[in-house]
């Protein structure tokens, strides 16, 4: 690297050893200050900051330990590389010179070569030091930004689940949802096709984070009014399950993403208190009934996108009370750092425990107990519940 005109300040009690190595260093293109004291030295750097200093150990009233001290517990100075000059060459002397703070050493009489060479060194280090912190300073601003955008990704998305709180007619909605990372690939929703009927979906979208969110998203806009997927807009008509599965299975095959999802997708008629529901691959959900039975929802067929199929579909009867529980494998795949996974069987036997309590108290407890079964394990998968629970009008 160029030195040319990099400042060295030279502290040493002897008048002939600093005319010497100033010379030295300005026939180099240094800069160069001197101090013949460790005070000279502390009044010079109030006004000035030098790339390097050399600094002589062995000098009256404050010698160079005691100045490299307080020079490296002022915040101004702490980077300025400290060379020392000494007579001295024991371990116990260098380590000395370490402990304080002491970059290097050179020992007296010293060839001018390697005068050269540890100063370059050291302004080399400073500068390789100074770029790694800016490359960080860097990485870091960017990965705030990086952050805050996903952080807002994530407010975006959680905007397409229910809203909290959600109040409709002839039912009563609660959820959870906990992503492993700010965005995920989970997303549910419930929407009032027209009055008495209900569309309701829960999507788990291989993989997660950004990828695996974009298209959660995109497969929510395919399951809008608008689309036409849901319901017929000419006739009014609601769209069986079958259906939609079977359309949103065309278009989003594989390729498009490099992505597959599994979705359990239902219609829910709360005049005739008729639920019909296919799913697409996902984890089975279950109805909850009064008497503590757990009917699964298992009738459908594959993960969306994997290949040309029909879906099977199933209506059932409800009764006032039954709750529809639905959630992603991230609840029942969540495990221990033995590897021991919570598993459906657990899920079935506090669904049948916590039954006669409302959706959102059953999630509550059920949420607890997977987070409590894991011993504070890292979550690595999305966690998504979703429950309605049928009130006859």
Not at 21 to 48: P, W
């Amino acid at each position: 690297m160029d030195t040319k005109g990099k400042h060295v300040l030279i502290v040493d009690d002897s008048t002939n050893n600093l005319r010497f190595t100033a010379k030295l260093l300005r026939d180099e293109g240094f800069r160069t200050s001197l101090a013949q004291s460790g005070q000279d030295a502390l009044k010079l750097l109030e006004h000035q900051i030098p790339d390097v200093i050399l600094l002589d150990v062995i000098m009256p009233d404050m010698n160079g330990l005691e100045l490299c001290q307080i020079i490296k517990a002022d915040e101004k100075l702490t980077e300025i590389p400290v060379i020392f000059l000494t007579a001295q060459s024991g371990t116990a002397d260098l380590v000395r010179g370490f402990r304080v703070g002491g970059a290097d050493y050179i020992t007296k009489p010293f060839y001018k070569e390697e005068l050269l060479v540890r100063i370059k060194n050291q302004l080399k280090i400073t500068h390789l030091t100074y770029e790694l912190l800016k490359t960080t300073r860097n990485l870091k601003e960017k990965q705030i930004k990086i952050d805050d955008d996903l952080r807002a990704a994530g407010e975006i998305q959680r905007s397409l689940l229910p809203p909290e709180n959600i109040e409709l007619p002839g039912i009563d909605v609660a959820w959870e949802y906990r992503p492993c990372e700010s965005v995920g690939g989970d997303i549910f929703n419930v929407i009032e096709l027209k009055k008495d009927h209900y569309a309701f979906y829960m999507i788990d979208v291989s993989g997660h984070g950004v990828p695996s969110s974009l298209v959660a998203v995109a497969v929510t806009q395919a399951l809008q009014l608008a689309s036409g997927r849901v319901i017929n807009l000419e006739s009014g008509e609601v769209n069986s399950p079958s259906y939609v599965l079977s359309k949103l299975n065309k278009q989003f095959p594989f390729e498009r993403f490099d992505k597959f999802f599994t979705i359990l997708y239902a219609h829910l008629d709360c005049y005739e208190g008729t639920f019909t529901y296919s799913h697409a691959g996902h984890p089975l959900g279950f109805v909850v009934k009064g008497d503590m039975d757990l009917k699964p929802l298992d009738i459908g067929g594959s993960i969306i996108g994997v290949s040309e199929q029909s879906f099977n579909e199933e209506k059932i009867k409800l009764r006032n009370g039954d709750k529809i529980i639905l959630y992603t494998d991230g609840v029942t795949e969540h495990q221990r750092d033995d590897g021991e996974m919570y598993g459906d069987e657990r899920l079935k036997e506090k669904l049948q425990k916590f039954s006669a309590l409302s959706c959102k108290n059953i999630f509550n407890k059920l949420y607890k107990d997977v987070i409590e079964f894991g011993e504070d394990a890292i979550q690595h998968d999305d966690m998504s519940l979703l429950g309605i629970e049928y009130i006859k009008p």
